[in-house]
């Protein structure tokens, strides 16, 4: 008798560990659907060919956002523009930022766009577009911290996130007590807000992005940085990154990128960005 | 293929970096330490809680059964993310409790201690019940017939041998509990996980973390043969017949 309950039990946990899955598989094909509906859309206004496969660390808002089959934000929204002028649709793989350009290098997809500062040492391993966009720093505190920039960082407990330029000016010009890397941004924002540390260095649209949407928390300081992002590809793929820059050039002079950028900073894009 | 070994096993640069990665690993096993003396601790409370008898207890048993429950059934890494990202909001404790900067560790060690200590505490209460409950129960009523009271018998008869009898599996859960201290990496405690990719993150090179992983099968090997061994000794035990007659 019990025996057969426990199966009976058993039974009835299977079927709904399969009713899950198949909900799962209903959602993907929802997707899935709404993906080739753009792409027929794409084809319409002259485009088509394949998918373009393309890398992101998923959540950076205002950057990248949204949850998978749906991710949006500044970056998207431009790739997705790109991807119009060059005739292919982008296809986005949430990744994780340390190990970005070591994927895109070795071909797991065709381009990253990430909110990735061009660098050197980055350029050892990827190839980079022409810069899409010109980035800041901010260090972000508690509101009424008394903390009013880099130089009042001494000693305190400070935090970035984990594989940025961030964590690098942290390291190179903060002077901290202690620097910690957390391995994603919002954890970094949530760490500071629940006063475990006293202050986070993040890129500016991040840190206003913060600043709107958590509240209890203001920009101290705006660092420039003379940073530049870039879409990143693997080096020998010449080809793609031509077109993608000439994707990129005409983005910006139709007056496209103003109204994404717009769209997503509530400011006007600085003058080489303008149509 | 090449370029795979080049990416994993850069011999050099693990040499390079290998006391970096080594003074990180220490770190986990301080976490492991801190975390193995509490959680053994509170597991074996949360065992005898839920054994004990008679109705009106029976409010503590369900609290103790409602703990193990929840606590086993939540992932680890959710646990770390709300007690580091929640607890420090509560006002009304204490600063110095809140965000603990004790014994010169940073708060997210102990966030990360604090909830590995309730998770596994709940594990370790089901193998310590585990261990309880296969004493014959003819052990506590004899004890109980000799007027010592239940947690006198729970104390000198009962316990000592279930402890005899867990070895194994407990030495099953510490493996696990040692592996999951690189989970408290993702509140940026620089233990050897975080490390690996904060070198991955500056070098594009992967083979710190395969150093990390060195670390851990070093101590953990052992201990897994260390658990063969009981078994079979158990086995040998159970056997004969013998194993009841060890107190």
């Known amino acids: 008798m019990s025996k057969t309950r426990l199966a009976a039990l058993f039974a009835v946990f299977l079927v709904a560990i399969a009713a899950l899955a198949v909900a799962g598989c209903g959602g993907s094909d929802d997707s899935s659907s709404t993906g080739s509906e753009t792409g027929a859309s794409t084809e319409e206004s002259g485009g088509g060919g394949e998918p373009l496969t393309v890398g992101s660390d998923i959540p950076y808002p205002p950057f990248e956002e949204g949850k998978p089959g749906e991710y949006t934000g500044f970056d998207i929204d431009l790739m997705d523009a790109i991807g119009e002028r060059i005739g292919r649709t982008p296809e986005y793989t949430d990744t994780s930022f340390e190990t970005i350009f070591r994927d895109v290098a070795q071909g797991k997809f065709e381009a990253v766009i990430s909110a990735a500062t061009i660098t050197e040492e980055r350029e050892q391993t990827v190839g980079f577009s022409d810069p899409y966009y010109l980035s800041e720093q901010a260090i972000l505190v508690k509101e009424g911290s008394d903390i009013t920039g880099l130089a009042d960082l001494e000693g305190k407990v400070v935090a970035a996130q984990q594989g940025t330029t961030g964590l690098e000016l942290g390291k190179e010009k903060a002077n901290a007590s202690e620097l910690r890397p957390f391995p994603e941004g919002p954890d970094a924002v949530n760490a500071l807000k629940a006063g475990t540390v006293e202050a986070v260095i993040i890129d500016a649209p991040v840190a206003q992005n913060a600043v709107e949407k958590s509240g209890g928390v203001e920009i101290a300081e705006k660092v420039p940085t003379e940073e530049e992002y870039g879409i990143a590809l693997a080096k020998d793929n010449t080809q793609l990154l031509e077109e993608i820059n000439k994707g990129l050039e005409e983005v910006i002079a139709d007056g496209t990128y103003t109204t994404i950028y717009e769209k997503w900073f509530n400011l006007e894009p600085p003058k080489q960005f303008q149509g | ?247």
């Open chain 2, 1 to 247: 293929m090449s370029e795979f070994f080049h990416q994993y096993f850069d011999f050099n640069y693990m040499g390079e970096h290998f006391w970096e990665v080594l003074e990180a690993f220490l770190q986990n096993l301080v976490i492991f330490a801190v975390v193995a003396v509490l959680a053994l601790s509170w597991g074996l409370l949360l065992a005898l809680l839920r054994q004990l008898p008679g109705k009106k207890f029976v409010p503590v048993r369900f609290v103790t059964i409602a703990y193990i429950d929840l606590f086993r059934a939540i992932p680890i890494l959710i646990v770390i993310l709300l007690i580091s990202g929640g607890i420090p909001f509560l006002e009304f404790i204490p600063k110095d409790i809140r965000i603990p900067h004790w014994f010169g560790k940073p708060d997210p060690f102990w966030y990360g201690v604090a909830a590995l200590m309730l998770v596994y505490g709940a594990f370790t209460a089901e193998v310590y019940r585990a261990g309880i409950e296969a004493v014959p129960r003819g052990q506590m009523e004899a004890a109980r017939s000799l007027g010592m009271s239940h947690w006198q018998a729970m104390r000198h008869v009962v316990v000592p041998q279930a402890v005899t009898l867990i070895p194994a599996p407990m030495l099953n859960e510490l493996i696990s509990l040692l592996k999951d201290t690189t989970l408290v990496s993702v509140i940026a405690f620089a233990e050897s996980v975080l490390i690996s990719r904060e070198l991955l993150a500056q070098s594009f090179n992967s083979s710190a973390m395969i150093l990390t992983a060195f670390f851990f099968i070093l101590i953990i090997l052992p201990m897994a043969r260390v658990v063969d061994k009981l078994i079979a000794r158990q086995q040998g035990k159970i056997a004969r017949g013998s194993h009841i007659e060890v107190a």
